[in-house]
Nanobody, 123 residues
Framework: QVQLVESGGGLVQAGGSLRLSCAASGRTFSNYAMGWFRQAPGKEREFVVAISWSGRSTNYADSVKGRFTISRDNAKNTVYLQMNSLKPEDTAVYYC????????????????WGQGTQVTVSS
């Protein structure tokens, strides 16, 4: 089992920035691809971005390209999501996810999920 705990959410004005963190435990972190998803009220959960086990490969949703950056620190068992130029439509609960994946393939389907952290962007 992999346990994931997100942090860093909050309330920010449009145009502002936030950095989310996701701390992993329970398994060898560097064996897992990591992803971020989000779910807005009344909407389905959607893919945001993911990163391979090595950090060399990433995959972004079109809606966040150029504004969000994913990174990971395998020594700290943590994945980060830097969110810049935030928009009200970015408001959602953000979830961290993990999938056992040793290749550079960056998946969009995941096995383990965190509890989520709320991000609210005011206009």
């Amino acid at each position: 089992q992999v346990q994931l705990v997100e942090s860093g959410g909050g309330l920010v004005q449009a145009g502002g920035s936030l950095r989310l963190s996701c701390a992993a435990s329970g398994r060898t972190f560097s064996n897992y691809a990591m992803g971020w998803f989000r779910q807005a009220p009344g909407k389905e959960r959607e893919f945001v971005v993911a990163i391979s086990w090595s950090g060399r490969s990433t995959n972004y949703a079109d809606s966040v390209k150029g504004r969000f950056t994913i990174s990971r620190d395998n020594a700290k068992n943590t994945v980060y999501l830097q969110m810049n130029s935030l928009k009200p439509e970015d408001t959602a609960v953000y979830y961290c996810a993990a999938r056992y994946q040793l290749s550079e393939y960056v998946p969009r389907e995941y096995e383990y999920w965190g509890q989520g952290t709320q991000v609210t962007v005011s206009s």
